[in-house]
């Protein structure tokens, strides 16, 4: 029964992206229009529950990531991998600028086999923008790792990203 009272629940779905460092890719994800939650972690790796510290060790075989959380009706999957593709260079295999090694691989973990079709037709689609081979994954998604609290909305936090404080800082 229909009183006026109730609201409708919003079905949100996930998306988890890897490219490098994955506090500017939070950061990034977290300013479009669509996005409902962010965290960092880990995925793709070997052992379970690992720390920053086992994952920078390159021994566990994980991806430092960004999953996120997002309204489908306010924002696709495809604008989001659009976007992905425009934070990061697709081409460096198992880094990002300074960040070496293969937690910095670029990977997109997809979360069903629509979304890895659209993947695969982005990275078609955006290929000609670059010199080199795209050497982005397209993999099934994995356990995903929350990463510790002091990483999650770490740019955020410290008022070196585009939040309020980093955008009255110029940043």
Known sequence: MDNGNETTATRTEKATFG????????????????????????EGGHVDNPTYEQVCSGTTGH??????????????????????????DPTQLNRQG???????????????????????EVIERVQPRYSAPIVTAIEPAQPFWRAEEYHQCYLDKRGSGSGLLGQLLGR
């Open 19 to 42: 490219a490098g460092c994955f506090w500017q890719v939070e950061e990034t994800f977290r300013g479009v229009d669509g996005v409902v939650d962010t965290a960092v972690g880990y």
């Open 63 to 88: 991806v430092e990531v960004c999953q996120v959380e997002f309204d489908p009706e306010r924002v696709s999957f495809e604008a989001l991998v659009e976007k992905y593709f425009e934070i990061h």
């Open 98 to 120: 300074p960040d070496v090694g293969y937690q910095y691989r670029s990977a997109i973990f997809t979360h069903s086999d629509e979304q890895a079709e659209m993947a695969r």
